[in-house]
């Protein structure tokens, strides 16, 4: 492995880092795809199409809120969710539309914050899993030297693979 030559590689340390580096290994790819989605998310694009900002535009300048309403049920975007429910809203009720709007907004903002606490829970474990893989890799090496006798080499490269858990959390 790499240890031997004084590196180790991504494969050793998956290999070397046990149960305990796999678990921190699936942790790590859950954490990446929470992140990916919430980059997305927070894509202005996203958030407020072009498209559909210039087709409500091209709408609202006609007068034509119907048309307007009807394009915003076609899109899943965060302005089109607002968009929808405040025309839904100014309909039903006449001179109001912000209150519907500030809802989907704040349960917008609950997701994005659920997502988030999520990434700090992993975060989190993954550094304790970290800890407790070296300090199981560390009591294991000791144990062995006390045994078979220690020899410095073997405990340094026992203490080292120890670590690895610790680089992995």
């Known amino acids: 492995g790499g240890f031997a030559k004084g590196w180790i590689t ?8 046990g149960a305990v580096g796999s678990v921190i290994l699936l942790v790590s790819v859950a954490a990446l795809a929470i992140s990916i989605r919430c980059w997305f998310g927070l894509q202005v694009a996203f958030l407020v199409p072009s ?9 609202a300048g006609r007068g034509d809120v ?10 899943l975007s965060l302005f089109g969710r607002m968009m929808r429910e405040g025309l839904a809203e100014m309909g039903r009720r006449r001179g109001v ?3 519907a709007a500030d809802v989907v907004l704040d349960e917008e903002c609950l997701r994005a914050r659920s997502r988030f606490s999520w990434l700090a829970a992993i975060a989190a474990v993954a550094t304790q899993l970290g800890l407790y893989g070296t300090v199981v890799g560390i009591i294991v090496t000791l144990n062995q030297g006390c045994c078979d006798g220690p020899k410095s ?14 680089a992995e959390g």
Request: glycine share 12%.
């Open 10 to 17: 991504a494969l050793d340390g998956v290999q070397q880092g």
């Open 51 to 59: 498209d559909l900002l210039e087709d409500l535009e091209d709408l």
């Open 66 to 75: 119907p048309a307007a309403l009807a394009r915003c049920e076609e899109d």
């Open 97 to 99: 539309g912000t209150s």
């Open 153 to 166: 080499a073997e405990i340094a490269w026992g203490i080292g693979m120890a670590l690895v858990t610790t």
